[in-house]
């Protein structure tokens, strides 16, 4: 298993303007996940961070509106620019145990964007 | 791309009880994961399933993998409050809608 951490755990922004998000895991790992999880609905992936390259995006994201960084294997970054209303949802990165498929969650950054 | 229907959307459900949630795949699954997300909570790895007509079991939960690797099915025994909670099938990298559990005492 791991431990992530991710913050800022909720925050309340303006149209317009941008939030990065950042994903912390206390272990090394090689594959880290960014998902969209509206209230009360599923989980969204938004795209694979890798590191060392370009993050890999899910069909419907892009890399402008949600840019993503992988600097190592124990950390990524999520920003959502140039925000609306739409973007309101909790953000949730993730990481795959090497070997395995599970998935292990942070605990969640719940964006509102007014 | 690869889609999975998970039914029913609500399970409300008396304690005691047992009920079934399904996961169907439109393709084939190399494996499967289950999830639980408690109210105000995030997903929480389960269970994981990979070989065709696979079975496991944890408690009162009972996790099964169709023989054409495209269905799953979670069935949880005599349901307690602590069950409560939406519980979610993953065929990465999709997750079902979930089934959202509420339990009556």
């Known amino acids: 298993s791991a431990v992530i951490s991710q913050k800022p755990s909720r925050d309340i922004c303006q149209r317009g303007t941008s939030l990065t998000i950042q994903c912390q895991v206390d272990s090394q790992v090689t594959m880290m996940f960014w998902y969209r999880q509206q209230p009360g609905q599923s989980l969204t992936l938004i795209a694979t961070a890798n590191q060392g390259s370009e993050a890999t995006y899910e069909s419907g994201f892009v890399i402008d509106k949600f840019p993503i960084s992988r600097p190592n294997l124990t950390f990524s970054t999520l920003t959502v620019s140039n925000m609306s209303p739409e973007d309101s949802s909790i953000y949730l990165c993730s990481v795959e145990t090497s070997g395995a498929y599970e998935q292990y969650f942070g605990p969640g950054t719940r964006l509102t964007v007014t | 791309g690869q889609q999975v229907m998970q039914i029913p959307q609500y399970q409300h459900v008396q304690e005691g009880e047992d009920f079934t949630t399904y996961c169907n795949s439109s393709t084939t699954l190399s494996n499967i994961q289950w999830y639980k997300q408690r109210p105000g909570g995030h997903p929480v790895f389960l269970i994981q399933?990979?070989?065709?007509?696979e079975v496991k079991k944890q408690k009162r939960l009972t996790f099964q993998f169709g023989e054409a690797k495209k269905n799953s099915s979670l069935h949880i025994t005599a349901t307690q409050t602590t069950d409560v909670g939406t519980y979610f099938c993953a065929g990465q990298p999709s997750f079902g809608a979930g089934t959202t559990v509420t339990v009556r005492a």
């Open positions: 399933l990979v070989k065709s007509g």
